[in-house]
């Protein structure tokens, strides 16, 4: 999609979960290659992941896909209620 923040277009994945008995199965990479081939063939050439900082698991399978950490910053900020 094009992106009003970057130059060029890209795709944001924001969650992927496979159930704990499906893991160490080739799943996540089975559905990440799917994803990839599909986002390919309507141009996207260009992949954001986010994962939260402790997802270990995610984070190695995401490496093993050739995804590479970047400086992004994620904000939080959590309002109370009146």
């Known amino acids: ?12 994945i924001e969650s992927l979960y496979v159930r704990d008995e499906y893991r ?3 799943v996540g990479e089975a559905l990440m290659s799917c994803l990839e081939e599909a986002l390919a063939a309507r141009g996207i050439r260009h992949f954001h992941i986010v994962t939260h900082k402790d997802n270990e698991g995610s ?10 950490a970047v400086g992004e910053v994620l904000l939080d900020k959590t309002l109370c209620a009146k």
Do not use: E, N, V
């Not at 999609?1 to 944001?12: G, V």
């Not at 984070?59 to 590479?68: I, R």
């Open 1 to 12: 999609m094009k992106s009003m923040c970057y130059a060029q277009s890209r795709s944001d």
């Open 24 to 26: 160490k199965q080739g």
């Open 59 to 68: 984070q190695a399978l995401y490496a093993k896909l050739g995804y590479a």
